[in-house]
C-alpha cells in the first residue's frame, strides 16, 4: 500500500540531526520503504545523511512516501513525530 502525505516542519530548529535521528529509528523498524522528499529531492526516510540533506528549517514542508506492508503503521507514527515537533519546543 502506497500512502503519501505531506508535512509542515514546526519546531524551533527544523529538521536537524536529533529530529533527522528520530525520524531514521522510527522508519528502521518498518519493513516499508520510506523516502522523504523537498524540492523536488527524495531521500531514502531510513539514512540520517540523506535526510540532512533535505534541509528542511522551520516553516517548510516535505512530502513522506510509504510504501510496503505495515505502511499505515509507519506513516502514523512519522505523522505522530513530527506533529510532536520531534518532542522539542
Known amino acids: 500500500m502506497l500512502i503519501i502525505e505531506s508535512f509542515e516542519i ?5 529538521l536537524h540531526a536529533r529530529a533527522a535521528a528520530k525520524i531514521v529509528k522510527v522508519a528502521s523498524t518498518y519493513r516499508s520503504d520510506i523516502f522523504l522528499e523537498r524540492d523536488g529531492i527524495e531521500v531514502n526516510g531510513k539514512s540520517l545523511l ?3 540533506n533535505l ?3 522551520k516553516g517548510s514542508f516535505m512530502s513522506i512516501k510509504v510504501d510496503g506492508p505495515d505502511a499505515e503503521q509507519a506513516m502514523m507514527e512519522l505523522k505522530k ?3 510532536d515537533k520531534f518532542g522539542e519546543d
Do not use: F, V
Open 81 to 83: 513525530l513530527i506533529e
Open 55 to 57: 534541509a528542511c528549517p
Open 10 to 14: 514546526k519546531n524551533k530548529l527544523g
Open 50 to 52: 540523506g535526510i540532512l
